[in-house]
């Protein structure tokens, strides 16, 4: 196995357990998450702010086992959908310790997209 190919492969793995992590974290401990989603969401399309958060999960999750399936257009899709949901939390939280980890999250995603 190439260096490339070990290195694209800690990267999806990598990245897949964070998401993977975050999204069961919404399910497990849902009042340590809901803090995190915006006012604005809350009654968008008619739904709660624990009713997104919920979607939130099940997002990241998904994206954490799309991350895994070895087809390269799969992964594809699930790395721009990581580097938007990424670029989503960037622009909410804004710039702080949180902010900086997803930034550093976000471009690890992107040249992702360049190893697949």
Known sequence: MSRTAIARSILIIGIAFVFLYFGIEKFVHPNLWIV?????MDGLLGLT???WLSI??????????????PVRIVRQVAIIAASLHLFG??????WNDVGVRDIGLMFMSVSLWFLI
């Open 49 to 51: 702010l624990g009713s």
């Open 56 to 69: 939130v999960g099940v997002t990241e999750i998904v994206i954490a086992v799309l991350l895994l399936v």
């Open 89 to 94: 939390i960037v622009m909410e939280v804004g």
């Open 36 to 40: 995190w989603m915006p006012d604005w």
